[in-house]
Structure formats: structure tokens, C-alpha cells
Nanobody, 122 residues
Framework: QVQLVESGGGLVQPGGSLRLSCAASGNIFSINTMGWYRQAPGKQRELVAA???????NFADSVKGRFTISRDNAKNTVYLQMNSLKPEDTALYYCNADLVTWETRPYGRDYWGKGTLVTVSS
């Protein structure tokens, strides 16, 4: 039984900042890549940022230079620091983790959080 719980979403004005957190818990053996996806109304879900267990990261072109992704492996937690927010960043943000459980090792698969809403508006 694995859970990914997101927090930190809310309403913020354009140009503001927000930090999202996602904590993984349960029967976890190891976590490989963790990432953040978002889905705006009427649009397809897209990758925002991802980070490997070794700390390598990648970002969508639309957020490069504004967002930062990090993780605390001891806490099984990934963070998304969002700066210089724009109205176009408004979306439901989902946490994703490619992880291996004790029961299914060595096989890993993707797990998803329920999402946290980010609204950028004046």
C-alpha cells in the first residue's frame, strides 16, 4: 500500500512563489525518478519537472529558469519550488514516482498522487 500525498497548492498572484511537497509512504523498497505533472482545464497532462535518485533533473521549457525540483531521499519527499508564477501555470499538479515495493521487487512502476490545485490570478 503506497501513498503519494501532495501539499502546498493554493492561490497566488502573478509573479509570486509557491512550494509544493510530495511525500511517499508505504511498503517502499526504493524510489527511482520522482516528478511533477500538471493538467490545466481543457488541456493534456504534461510533465513539469522530474528528478532521479541521483539528483539529475529536467524541466519543461515553459518553466525553465523559474521552477526548481529537489528531493529529500531520507524523507521520501520531492519538492517543486515555483517562482515568477504566471497565469498559464494554473493547473492541477500531480506528484509521480517510479518506485519499487518490497512485495514486487525488483519490478517498479509509476504511482500517482491525487493532485494539488495551483491558481495564479490577480
Amino acid at each position: 500500500q503506497v501513498q503519494l500525498v501532495e501539499s502546498g497548492g493554493g492561490l497566488v498572484q502573478p509573479g509570486g512563489s509557491l512550494r509544493l511537497s510530495c511525500a511517499a509512504s508505504g511498503n517502499i523498497f526504493s524510489i527511482n525518478t520522482m516528478g511533477w505533472y500538471r493538467q490545466a482545464p481543457g488541456k493534456q497532462r504534461e510533465l513539469v519537472a522530474a528528478i532521479t535518485s541521483g539528483g539529475n533533473s529536467n524541466f519543461a521549457d515553459s518553466v525553465k529558469g523559474r521552477f526548481t525540483i529537489s528531493r529529500d531521499n531520507a524523507k521520501n519527499t520531492v519538492y517543486l519550488q515555483m517562482n515568477s508564477l504566471k497565469p498559464e501555470d494554473t493547473a492541477l499538479y500531480y506528484c509521480n514516482a517510479d518506485l519499487v515495493t518490497w512485495e514486487t521487487r525488483p519490478y517498479g512502476r509509476d504511482y500517482w498522487g491525487k493532485g494539488t490545485l495551483v491558481t495564479v490570478s490577480s
